[in-house]
């Protein structure tokens, strides 16, 4: 039997421990979306249901959901990196930031750099989800429109 994590078992992991937090943000979204005054007229016009959500409700709420989605894989990302640094991620064989930077680490007095890229690999990556959520913020959400 192997020991240690498969690539899959740290995917799940990750993405079931995120999935309630999605939850409780979609379903606070839709509960504030609801007493907005464009709900109000809309309901007021006639509109029903299905169509107040699709066209009113649900355009609005997608803008925290992305963030929170490319916040998510920036976390996921330093997730996976810490649980294989300490050996109960992805095993060896399978490259991993985590991995390398352990590979790394007993080198770090003769050969820094192989620390010192991984690193940086990893800070770019997540820097960059995290101003890649921010700039969908700010292109979809309507109010932050001018």
Do not use: H
Not at 24 to 30: A, C, D, I, K, S
Not at 78 to 89: D, T, Y
Request: aromatic share 6%; with cysteine.
């Amino acid at each position: 039997m192997r020991s240690g994590s498969s690539t899959g078992t740290v995917l799940a992991v990750s993405v079931l421990s995120a999935c309630m937090g999605y939850r409780w943000l979609v379903g606070g979204e839709f509960l504030s979306l609801k007493e907005r005054d464009c709900v109000l007229a809309a309901k007021t016009m006639g509109a029903k249901g299905p169509r107040i959500i699709f066209l009113r409700i649900l355009p609005t709420a997608m803008a925290p959901v992305l963030v929170a989605a490319t916040l998510g894989i920036a976390s996921a990302v330093l997730v996976e990196s810490a649980l294989s640094f300490l050996g109960i991620g992805v095993q060896p064989p399978t490259p991993s930031w985590g991995n390398i930077l352990t590979l790394g680490q007993s080198t770090l007095g003769v050969a820094w750099w192989l620390s010192l890229f991984p690193g940086m690999a990893i800070l770019i990556t997540v820097l960059g989800y995290n101003l890649l959520g921010e700039g969908i913020r700010d292109a979809i959400d309507p109010r932050l429109r001018s």
